[in-house]
């Protein structure tokens, strides 16, 4: 069983940059879809960008240009760098690997960006 750690948030202020990192105890090979979500408060958690079958990378237009989703096999990582940072961008970070029904979450990590 895959578990998933988050880690690299923190607070920023706007413009500035910030990686995240997502550590996977297993091999995430074999996983349709893995990728990062975001959560503001009082929102629902939403798609930030990801990588299906290990070659399509999607990113959602608010983040386009800004953030770049990777993978790294040898590590089990996945990794977010997110540039020009802006307040709307506030919300917690979760990675995330989806098999078909089985849906593994990391804890999730808080970026913050002031303005």
């Known amino acids: 069983q895959v578990q998933l750690v988050e880690s690299g948030g923190g607070l920023v202020q706007a413009g500035g940059s910030l990686r995240l990192s997502c550590a996977a105890s297993g091999s995430i090979f074999g996983f349709e879809v893995v990728g990062w979500y975001r959560q503001a408060p009082g929102k629902q958690r939403e798609v930030v960008a990801t990588i299906t079958s290990g070659v399509s990378i999607n990113y959602a237009d608010s983040v386009k240009g800004r953030f770049t989703i990777s993978g790294d096999n040898a590590k089990n990582t996945i990794s977010l760098q997110m540039n020009s940072l802006k307040p709307e961008d506030t919300a917690v970070y979760y990675c995330?690997?989806?098999?078909?029904?089985?849906?593994?979450w990391g804890q999730g990590t808080q970026v913050t960006v002031s303005s």
């Open positions: 995330n690997a989806k098999r078909a029904w089985l849906n593994v």
